[in-house]
């Protein structure tokens, strides 16, 4: 059998999101593999990612504006709903696309996807695999909530659970984003572990930079990228707090804040906080833009929540492409956290441990004055988390359970 994969993803082919980010990078590591991959994914107006691919060779199937105005009614609905009306208009493209391709197989990014990867096996015994880069119906997250707090939104994954065994029961293998992802899934729907591996978002060699040599000043320069949601903001809180109680440090360093999400409600929640460090916001960037920023910075900041069972860590690999040092205000035992520790890359410190954050703001400035690496790397345990070591991995499996 051909190495043929139809891809198919939720996020929007030619946006900026991290969803969209990681479906392409994985799309070209996959046809460098020697496959050959069609995308089936939402469009938007902006044909210029479309163009760009398929000038590389790749064959992309995206939604018409009909099908953009049925896709945007899926975003005012709960993300653990379905919308029925999408799905009635995008199944018969996707039969058809299987039908004239003569796929390998399907690998489906989302949950939409995931359910439209089902209807194909169910019609056409198209085997599909599933890239699980998010919770549906098991969230770990909710977990750290008590039961008076959560049970509206446990009473919908209820609803969908049975769909979702369905789904996972017929796919022939399931990636997940990150251990605390995966271990829930394997608890609640008792999936075989051989059945299931992690496949990280990775960071990608080819997207870094010309090295660039910066005078720096005596300033102390810190950077923040990305979306900053009101789970984070009391670790975000507690870092400015500690920090300021150092008056001597505080007024010698510099914070960029480049959010994209929550964007202008995190602007003022920080704009109202006594603080005598010098702060920047700036608007989204191009990811060209943003890794120039990255690579300007001497240390990187991560927020999330302290939740244990957190499991996103996508900015960390950015951060890690340029070897930069991490400060992660997040629960230790959370997926950045854990990687930060396994790199070598920085430091991890609960949100709530405010002594621990002020310790390690003195050991920064410390290292600085004496012009001392703030951090050592561990090369072997980033290499592992480099986007062709993911992608090798990936092409692997599909070619095990799909062609062999």
């Not at 496959?35 to 018409?64: C, D, H, L, Y």
């Not at 919908?156 to 251990?179: C, D, G, S």
């Not at 939740?307 to 996508?314: H, R, T």
């Not at 410190?349 to 002594?355: A, K």
């Amino acid at each position: 059998m051909q190495k043929r994969l139809l891809y198919l993803t939720d996020a929007e082919w030619e946006s900026n999101s991290s969803l969209s980010i990681i479906a392409r990078r994985f799309v070209t590591g996959l046809r460098q593999k020697g496959w050959e991959v069609r995308v089936f994914a939402p469009s938007t107006m902006n044909r210029k990612i479309e163009k760009e691919e398929i000038s590389r060779g790749a064959s992309i199937r995206q939604f018409g504006l009909i099908d953009r105005l049925q896709w945007n009614l899926k975003k005012s609905l709960s993300p653990f709903s379905l919308n029925w009306w999408w799905v009635a208009s995008a199944k018969p493209l996707l039969l058809q696309e299987a039908q004239s391709f003569q796929p390998a197989g399907i690998v489906a990014q989302g949950f939409l996807s995931s359910y439209l990867a089902y209807q194909c096996f169910q019609k056409l015994k198209v085997p599909y695999v599933i890239d699980q880069r998010d919770a549906w119906t098991v969230n770990p997250y909710l977990l750290a909530f008590p039961l008076r707090k959560r049970w509206k939104k446990q009473l919908k994954n209820w609803i969908w659970r049975r769909m979702e065994w369905k789904i996972l029961q017929n796919a022939r293998y399931i990636f997940f984003l990150a251990e605390q992802l995966r271990e829930p899934y394997l608890r609640t729907f008792h999936l075989p572990p051989e059945k299931t591996a992690i496949l990280y978002n990775a960071w990608n060699p080819d997207e870094r930079m010309p090295g660039r040599i910066f005078q720096r000043p005596d300033t102390l320069h810190f950077l923040f990228g990305g979306s900053l949601p009101l789970n984070a903001w009391k670790s975000l809180k507690n870092f400015l707090l500690t920090l300021q109680s150092l008056p001597e440090m505080a007024e010698k360093t510099h914070i960029s804040f480049y959010i994209s999400g929550w964007a202008k409600e995190a602007q003022k929640f920080i704009q109202g906080l006594p603080l005598t460090c010098s702060i920047s916001f700036s608007p989204a960037l191009t990811l060209r833009e943003y890794h120039q920023r990255v690579e300007e910075a001497d240390i990187c900041l991560t927020f999330r929540s302290s939740n244990p069972f957190d499991y996103g860590c996508n900015r960390i690999f950015s951060y890690m492409l340029y070897r930069k040092p991490i400060l992660s205000i997040v629960h230790p035992h959370s997926t950045e956290g854990q990687l930060v520790a396994i790199t070598g890359l920085g430091w991890v410190v609960h949100p709530e441990d405010t002594e621990r954050m002020k310790q390690i703001l003195l050991e920064i400035q410390e290292k600085k004055k004496k012009n001392e690496p703030l951090v050592k790397p561990d090369e072997e345990e980033i290499r592992k988390l480099s986007l062709p070591v993911q992608v090798n991995k990936l092409s692997h499996i599909l070619e095990s359970i799909l062609i062999s």
